[in-house]
Antibody
Framework: QVQLVQSGAEVKKPGSSVKVSCKAS????????ITWVRQAPGQGLEWMGR????????NYAQKFQDRVTIHAEKSTSTAYMELNSLRSDDTAVYFC????????????WGQGTLVTVSS | ETVMTQSPATLSVSPGERATLSCRAS??????LAWYQQKPGQAPRLLIY???TRATGIPARFSGSGSGTEFTLTISTLQSEDFAVYYC??????????FGQGTKLEIK
């Protein structure tokens, strides 16, 4: 089964960008669709977007369409989520997640990456 | 966007009792609904997909039902480790695949 390991916590200034990585092991990244979900402090889960690794096609929630880029690097089995023009309300834990091939639910999750946006 | 509404926001139940959590969709999601459990400081854990299919390793005390717009997660006999936050998620209507706001299951 696949395991997802994310990069470490980040502290960013408002207006800057953050790039979070998600490395897949125990499986070939190109077989999976990697989804990014975030969770603000004390809040629920928010779906941000996904990358269909085999095709290199990304889809985004409209809320994030103008600020987020998700891509995958097959050679290193790593997916990335970059969020631009950071604001204080982007402070959250960002998770990557995936499921068994062909599924749209999420069996496997990364450990989460805390991104803090503060001046 | 399909809005998922969970109720109640907080549910207080004693260990050994039954818990029933609800999830309502603003439009039909057919049977394309999943449930997750999340404990503090942890990533969510998949419990149920396809409305009623338990994920690998999930105990039989967890069951899901419903279709269309109304769904239920039932935990038949609560164990101490079941007290957590539960989220439903629809993966029928795109984009995006939306989550409910969560139900916190707490010890009574």
């Amino acid at each position: 089964q696949v395991q997802l390991v994310q990069s470490g916590a980040e502290v960013k200034k408002p207006g800057s960008s953050v790039k979070v990585s998600c490395k897949a092991s125990g499986g070939t990244l190109s077989r999976y669709t990697i989804t990014w979900v975030r969770q603000a402090p004390g809040q629920g889960l928010e779906w941000m977007g996904r990358i269909i690794s085999s095709l290199g096609v990304a889809n985004y929630a409209q809320k994030f369409q103008d600020r987020v880029t998700i891509h995958a690097e097959k050679s290193t089995s790593t997916a990335y989520m970059e969020l631009n023009s950071l604001r204080s309300d982007d402070t959250a834990v960002y998770f990557c997640a995936t499921g068994d091939v062909g599924s749209s639910w999420y069996d496997y999750w990364g450990q989460g990456t805390l991104v803090t946006v503060s001046s | 966007e399909t809005v998922m509404t969970q109720s109640p926001a907080t549910l207080s139940v004693s260990p050994g009792e039954r818990a029933t959590l609800s999830c309502r969709a603003s439009q039909s999601v057919r049977s394309n609904l999943a449930w997750y459990q999340q404990k503090p400081g942890q990533a969510p854990r998949l419990l149920i997909y396809g409305t009623s299919t338990r994920a690998t390793g999930i105990p039989a005390r967890f069951s899901g039902s419903g279709s269309g717009t109304e769904f239920t997660l039932t935990i038949s006999t609560l164990q101490s480790e079941d007290f957590a936050v539960y989220y439903c998620q629809q993966y029928n209507n795109w984009p995006p695949y939306t989550f409910g706001q969560g139900t916190k299951l707490e010890i009574k």
